[in-house]
């Protein structure tokens, strides 16, 4: 197939280009590089620097069978404080694509989302048919572009899957030796942080991380969240590629299960990496739940995905990542 990319120059996006071209798609990706960076585009795809308002019309004229989408805002801090930047690019950017996919016939998303739109859950695992309630613009804004996909298909018989996920870690390296993995101005997520502090680079004043709250109700005080591999999430995309049927919206989550504590995830980069990277214990965090992890049970039954790799596979894979963008 001829696949459309947004945000293909992105972390998740790049992964998933990847993969597409192992499996014998044509992949063009659409990127504005505002976050994403054009060496992390797959070499055998094509690349239009471009946004979805200005140039989705134009690349999807050429020819399309499907879209995977993943150009979004998605800091959760920056959203609180710039909501309107997040409503006009996640869900403005998502509609203004959508009408160009109307306008070239092309019928069949696949759409990343985010488990951030149920908010604080009333338990875990949190299953599809649980309450949304996000708590942030960003979350609010990626159930909107789902409510959205399911009035497409309603309407114009979009095929359209959505898929809601937490962490995402790991790093993934193609046939030809190509790394592709997780580089972020603001880095906000743990693994890439922590491993940070084992590079030679980092002044021993900075080496130590921060634990926000070692007083949980979880096995060792610290909360737990859910990670994934990077490859696993992708592998998932073109899972659900396949599924897209026109009139139909899927919503599916991607979960491992039983999710990692903060303090095992160190214990992991420190294993992996070999270095010490002392860690300090400070206040929680407002609104910090104890647990957040998702249930894959219904992808699982569905599409017979689940996520095979372990945590310290994901550590070792972003590690090899980081130290080779290091050289």
């Known amino acids: 197939m001829r696949l459309l990319v947004t945000g293909g120059a992105g972390y998740i996006g790049s992964v998933v280009a990847a993969q597409l071209i192992a499996a014998g798609h044509d ?5 504005d590089l505002s976050t994403g960076h054009a060496d992390a585009v797959p070499p055998k795809a094509a690349f239009t620097r471009g946004t979805l308002r200005g140039d989705a019309a134009r690349v ?3 020819g399309a069978d499907a879209v995977l989408h993943f150009a979004a805002k998605s800091l959760v801090g920056e959203s609180v404080a710039r909501p309107g930047l997040y409503w006009s690019h996640n869900l403005g950017g998502t509609l203004a694509l959508l009408e160009a996919m109307r306008a070239a016939g092309v019928r069949r998303i696949v759409f990343s989302s985010t488990a951030a739109v149920y908010g604080e859950p009333e338990h875990t695992p949190i299953e599809e048919t649980d309450p949304a309630r996000p708590t942030s613009p960003y979350g609010a804004s990626k159930l909107a572009v789902d409510t959205a996909l399911a009035e497409y298909a309603r309407m114009h018989s979009f095929g359209g899957v959505s898929l809601r996920y937490f962490n995402v870690a790991g790093a993934h390296a193609d046939d030809d030796g190509n790394w592709f993995g997780e580089r972020h101005a603001t880095e906000t997520h743990l693994i890439p ?6 590079l030679p680079g980092c002044a021993s004043g900075a080496r130590a991380v921060q634990i926000f709250g070692d007083d949980y109700p979880t096995p060792d005080g610290t909360c737990v969240r859910d990670y ?4 696993d999430l992708a592998r998932a995309h073109l899972l ?3 599924a897209c049927e026109p009139g139909e919206h899927r919503v599916y989550n991607l979960g491992n299960g039983a999710g990692f504590s903060v303090r095992e995830v160190i214990d992991v ?4 990496t ?3 990277i002392p860690a300090d214990v400070a206040p929680r965090r407002p609104g910090d739940p104890a647990v957040l992890v998702a249930s894959s049970a219904r992808i699982t039954a569905d599409l017979g995905w689940r996520a095979t790799r372990d945590l310290r596979t994901m550590v070792a894979d972003a590690w090899a ?7």
């Open 27 to 31: 992949v063009i990706v659409l990127d």
């Open 60 to 62: 999807l004229s050429g």
């Open 193 to 198: 942080n922590v491993l940070a502090k084992a």
């Open 228 to 231: 994934i591999h990077v490859a």
């Open 240 to 242: 659900a590629l396949e």
């Open 269 to 272: 980069c420190r294993e992996v």
């Open 274 to 276: 070999g270095q010490e």
């Open 321 to 327: 990542f980081t130290q080779a963008a290091q050289r």
